[in-house]
């Protein structure tokens, strides 16, 4: 009698739990960070309607009403579902993949066993930038001497200037002269700045700086005087 009683609530619980949504394998997406590819105007997009479907029971009405994400989406800035597409907005600078835990719900009320679907996100390296000038630079004519020379010219070094990189500490950049857009009036060697002799006024020296993985900066013009 015991058994009969198992069998029929086995049965049971086998129907009720085939009456629920059921989640076929979700497809692992790619895009860039930064959404640089994979993305339209800064959003992944994907339409879940092939991976979800209701079975269904005799005298029950079929049909998947809503899907939903549920709990935090950590590289997200905005995880959401309109019908059955789902749109994530990744966080900028995010390198890591994107986990969305999904919910579908069928017309009679029915949850799904929660699904995962998996965004894998290739990481890109992010240009450093010269973002300012920390003090203003300025020389007297012919460095102060007779002309510049190796002892008095100037010598710009890397903590003169406000940079920022997101993958790197400002210590591992490298700061360089662009050599191939010097003004006629100075000359270069290295770091080193020797201004023509008897020239006075303004000089702009076109800088930039280089991050661990070789990313170059845009040129930041150093005024001077």
């Known amino acids: 009698m015991m058994s009969r009683v198992y069998y029929i609530l086995f049965l049971f619980l086998s129907l009720a739990l085939a ?3 059921i989640w076929d394998e979700l497809p692992t997406s790619q895009i860039q960070e930064d959404c640089l590819s994979g993305c339209e105007n800064g959003v992944f997009s994907i ?3 092939d991976y979800v479907s209701d079975p269904g029971q005799t005298g029950e009405e079929e049909g998947i ?3 939903e994400v549920i709990g935090e989406v950590p590289g997200a800035s905005l995880a959401e579902i309109e019908g059955t597409v789902l749109s994530i907005t990744p966080e900028l600078n995010w390198g890591e993949g994107i986990l969305v835990s999904l919910i579908a719900t069928d017309l009679n009320g029915d949850e799904s066993e929660p699904a995962e679907f ?3 996100v290739i990481p890109v390296n992010d240009l450093p930038e010269i973002l300012s000038l920390l003090n203003p630079i300025g020389i007297d ?3 102060g001497g007779d002309s510049c020379d190796n002892t008095n010219k100037i010598e710009l070094t890397l903590d003169m200037f406000d940079v920022s990189d997101v993958e790197d500490e400002d ?9 191939d857009n010097l003004d006629a009036n100075y000359s270069t060697d290295g770091l080193g700045i020797y201004v023509e002799q008897d020239y006075y006024g303004q000089i702009t ?3 930039y700086v280089k991050d661990s993985d070789d990313g170059r900066s845009d040129n930041f013009g150093v005024d001077i005087i």
């Open 205 to 207: 020296v076109p800088v």
């Open 19 to 21: 009456d629920a949504p």
């Open 47 to 49: 339409d879940l309607e």
């Open 171 to 179: 210590e591992d950049l490298t700061l360089f002269i662009d050599t």
């Open 141 to 143: 004519e012919d460095c």
């Open 118 to 120: 998996t965004l894998d």
């Open 65 to 67: 009403a809503t899907i």
